[in-house]
């Protein structure tokens, strides 16, 4: 693994601009980057992400497996009561998943460490599944990056085989992301598109305009019965929301399905260390006040329950003292977990997010940031597989 430069390719912000990619630059920094890029050996790619993301996706089923039957584990999860047995019905009628994202630290030697499993709402999917490819089949026509570079990349292919295998033909499917939130319409816009491709009807409507009828159903602003839906919107805030208590009786298809609530809370991290110690891909992990004393002597990570793109995040420990993120998630609770430099490449440390759909490991992408906590507007940048 290797950080390469590579000249930008003329014209891409306005491809970027008419392929509906408008977030490329935000507040006058640039989030898409492709003024350099990762390389990978293939035994890289297999070896050390695909295959540790494939049995880490099996060990977090068997967690959830084991906290739907345990109500002590769910209160310490903070899953309110109210949802804990539709939850549970949800796990038992193995509803579908699509898609969820592991993220890690990795540099090409030692195993990638699991930092994160974005189960519920995770976003750059477009940029990773169609942005990315573009680029790589681009650059390759332009003779910037050797004809036989490769992208571990089947998002899309993945994308579309899971809709197709989810949902019959031209089967009416709501996809909902919240107003004014560009980087979150263009990741539902883009599963809008493979829904379509998989020979769906995809109807789209904002989270705040979704209602429940007199019947409990819930309905899109033209009161169109809303059968099954994909919501860019955690669970954590839905069960706070006043339509909360209609969900369990609602029979509206989730996407994704409320056995997810589980696996997109932190609390899983402790759980796996505790079912899976010393497990090569995982880092020690504890729920807040049950860390070992030898624990808490060295560096770790204090992590909310529930947060989202590294917010309230604290680093204790590091010799320059702690480092801490802003935000305003941590009601429910804390867990901690061990300290691992993030890699460095040049003057930016990077992060490696690993893709599951349909239950498969299907893609990876890579964030920057000259910070060392990954945040909403860290650089995204594009990579390659080449075996010299």
């Known amino acids: 693994m290797k950080r390469i430069s590579v000249p930008e390719r003329p014209g891409w912000k306005e491809q970027a601009e008419k392929l509906g990619f408008g977030f490329h630059t935000m507040y006058g920094a640039p989030y898409w980057d492709e003024t350099r890029a990762y390389q990978f050996t293939l035994e890289e790619i297999e070896r050390d992400l695909e295959d540790p993301s494939q ?22 999860m903070a899953i309110p009561q109210t949802y804990r047995e539709w939850i549970r019905q949800s796990w038992e009628n193995s509803e579908p998943s699509l898609y969820g994202r592991f993220d890690f630290f990795y540099d090409g030697t030692g195993p990638a ?29 332009a003779g910037v990056i050797p004809q036989n570079s ?20 031209g089967y009416h499917i709501h996809f909902a992301s919240s107003k004014d939130h ?6 539902v816009r883009y599963l809008e598109d493979c ?15 979704i209602g429940v009828d007199a019947e409990g159903r819930f309905a899109d602003k033209n009161a169109f019965v809303i059968d099954a839906l994909f919501k860019l919107y955690p669970y954590e805030d839905m069960f706070r929301e006043d339509y909360g208590p209609f969900l369990p009786g609602s029979k509206v298809h989730l996407i994704e399905p409320p056995w997810k609530a589980i696996l997109s809370n932190k609390a899983i991290l402790p759980l796996l260390w505790e079912m899976f110690p010393g497990h090569p891909n995982l880092l020690p992990s504890y729920f807040d006040g049950e860390a070992p004393a ?31 993120t802003p935000g305003s998630y941590g009601e429910e609770g804390h867990i901690l977990q061990a300290y691992v430099e993030p890699p460095k490449f040049g003057d930016d440390y990077a992060m490696i997010g690993s893709w599951i759909v349909g239950g498969i490991a299907s893609g990876i992408l890579i964030r920057e940031d000259r910070e060392k906590i990954t945040q909403d507007l860290s650089r995204f940048v594009p990579h390659i597989i080449l075996d010299t």
Not at 127 to 141: S, V
Not at 152 to 157: A, G, I, L, P, T
Not at 195 to 203: E, I, S
Not at 303 to 322: C, H, M, Q, W, Y
């Open 113 to 141: 460490k699991l930092l994160e499993f974005n189960a519920d709402t995770p976003t750059a999917l477009y940029e990773t599944g169609f942005f990315q490819w573009i680029w790589l089949e681009e650059q390759i026509a």
């Open 182 to 187: 560009d980087e979150d319409r263009a990741t």
């Open 150 to 169: 490769d992208q571990f990349n089947s998002v899309q292919d993945r994308l579309i085989e899971r809709f197709a295998a989810m949902f019959a033909p």
């Open 55 to 76: 049995e880490l996706y099996g060990m977090c089923l068997d967690l959830v497996d084991r906290v739907v039957r345990d109500d002590a584990l769910l209160e310490k």
């Open 195 to 209: 829904a379509k491709q998989a020979g769906l009807t995809p109807h789209y409507v904002a989270v705040e305009d």
């Open 294 to 324: 030898e624990f808490e002597a060295s560096a770790f990570v204090r992590k909310p329950l529930f947060s989202r793109e590294g917010a309230n995040i604290t680093v204790r420990g590091l010799e320059g003292g702690d480092v801490t």
